[in-house]
């Protein structure tokens, strides 16, 4: 029933990839600190998740204890892994994530409630509420089907966008919504229509989940979107998806908006808002020469974004992915990042706490400086690759990754991209490295994206995004704008509502030296 996994990069593998969390500020729960919990423990502490110990022994204890691991009662855990001790899934609270190996969780006597998505089977427990545990093998179910579950699930973990969109009112309203197609973005189109508009969805092939476009459909939402779409049945749906009269429009990349603009489909758009640093660039040369006719929010450049999208969504699922993709054991290995923005840093740091070392290269000094205060060697990129195991470009520049540095790269090595725009990776000839995705985003082309709770505040954003423009886009000149800060800010306070959070307020102290000048 159970998964039966020891290996410590396996096991938090297959824990991210079946439940598309982050695990960063996640609550877990490790029943046992010998070998395997001991190392899971360390690796999941490094990766920023909120680790809670339980073993019988107290020598153990202290061990977890001085490793940095919470060793006495806490708040219920969102994720239990039973890696020592045998335990009853019963005991685990409402809503928590039960991993198992060894055949460590017994779930006698528990009513079934069928699957939550993917691997993941639930039970009411007795006490009320459901517990999630591994499956060791995943039923077949029709692709619709499948969608629906991964749809659901994303939604019971995304409480600021349905917190945000349950007084939105977009009655009469056309949106378009041109993202990558997987659950998360899902919950955002059936939470626009739930407010009223009539929403339209259009994907990349490369980008597209089938079983959920499949599920969308099914549920009235228009999807102009097909996993096997050419680059040239791609255009043709993106044209298609621009005659449907919309007065928003939401993009990843700007490719939408920039067709828009070169085929003349841009009458009648209120304006548009784009969530990437690689789209935003190129709207803003635009904008600079007077060939931008809409207003464009930068959703990309909201801290409730980029802090977190940027860095722990993109950074996790990024390296994931590769990992997913591949028989590579971190550990030990040697991982080269180009690119220190907000998504090397991000790829930067989750590769090192699973184990790697990290080589870090760059063209802009400050950002080769903050690597190297963050603990990173910091080399030119043809330097590191001779040694590089796998190499991500994460600029999001075409041309960072040059048939000169894939030469340099040893037989077996592996080249991702994180981010990304088209030709960041040059092609190859070469038969013994591997080059993911072929050269695209390797988490939304080969894997689910980021991780729901991180796309709950980028996706929280856009919806903001596209109420602010309907209601004040008429008044907006034709430019990037950036995104108000107090709705910035609506996302950051609702997130930490969602968690119970404390928040401190300024005094009338505080605000009086804050405001004051020379006097």
Known sequence: MLITMSEPQAIIQELLGRTNMVMAGKRVLILGYGPAGRAVADRIHAMGGLTWVADPNLGRLREAAAAGHRTGPGPDP???????????????????????????????????????????????LPAGGAVHVFEATTPEAAPWRRGLEKIGWAARAMPVLNALTAGMRLDGLTVGLVLVLEPKTANLALALRSA???????????????????????????????????????????LRL?????????DDGSDVIRLA?????????????????SGLRPLRVMAAAGQLRIPVLAVNDARSKYLFDNVHGTGQSCVLAALDLTDLKIAGAVCAVAGYGNVGQGVARYARALGARVVVSEVDPFAALRAHHDGYEVRTLLDACHEADLVFSATGVAGTVTAEHLARLKPGAVVAVAGGVEGEVAATGRADIAVLAGGECVNCAAAEGNPIEIMDLSLSVQALAIDHLVRHGSRLSPGVHPMPSDLDERVARAKLAALGAGLDAATAEQRAFLDRGLS
């Open 242 to 250: 621009l005659g449907e009269g919309l007065d928003v429009l939401v």
């Open 78 to 124: 969102e994720i239990v892994l039973a890696l020592d001790e045998a335990y009853e899934a019963a005991l685990a609270p409402p809503e928590a994530v039960l991993y198992g190996i060894h055949g460590m969780v017994d779930v006698t006597g528990l009513e079934p409630l069928g699957r939550a998505r993917d691997g993941l089977a639930s039970y009411r």
């Open 196 to 238: 009223g508009a009539r929403v339209i969805v259009h994907c990349p092939g490369e980008s597209t989940s089938g079983d959920v476009a499949e599920a969308l459909a099914r549920e009235g939402v228009t999807v102009y979107a097909d996993p096997a779409a050419t680059a040239r049945q791609d255009r043709e749906l993106a």
């Open 261 to 277: 603009h070169a085929e003349d489909l841009v009458k009648g758009l209120i304006g548009a808002a784009e969530e990437t640093t």
